[in-house]
């Protein structure tokens, strides 16, 4: 099993910053792409970022110049730093993380999700 544990969500006023954290725990030997989904009410969850382990990111449109993604690999975490934050990024966000536990299985986990409101 491999568990993801978020934080770093809450209440904020447009044009503020948050920075979500998640941090990835149990049977893993290695990890792949680490990303952040998020959901608005009466939604589809969409792609807001991920990164590989090379290093190589992607965006979606809505969040390009105003979302950072990163990871750090020693401690199997990957961050969301959003800023100038809108009401429309309003959404729980969701982090997914896919790797290998061993040579012949892999996995996908997802985080429990962590509310962003965006309110004045």
């Known amino acids: 099993q491999v568990q993801l544990v978020e934080s770093g969500g809450g209440l904020v006023q447009p044009g503020g910053s948050l920075r979500l954290s998640c941090a990835a725990s149990?049977?893993?030997?290695?990890?792949?792409?680490m990303g952040w989904y998020r959901q608005a009410p009466g939604k589809q969850r969409e792609l807001v970022a991920d990164?590989?382990?090379?290093?190589?990111?992607n965006y979606a449109d809505l969040v390009k110049g105003r979302f950072t993604i990163s990871r750090d690999d020693a401690k199997n975490t990957v961050y969301l730093q959003m800023n100038s934050l809108k009401f429309e990024d309003t959404a729980v966000y969701f982090c997914?993380?896919?790797?290998?536990?061993?040579?012949?299985?892999?996995?996908?986990?997802w985080g429990q999700g962590t509310q962003v409101t965006v309110s004045s």
């Open positions: 990164i590989t382990s090379g290093g190589s990111t």
């Open positions: 997914n993380v896919r790797g290998r536990k061993d040579l012949f299985s892999t996995f996908e986990s």
């Open positions: 149990g049977s893993i030997q290695s990890i792949s792409t």
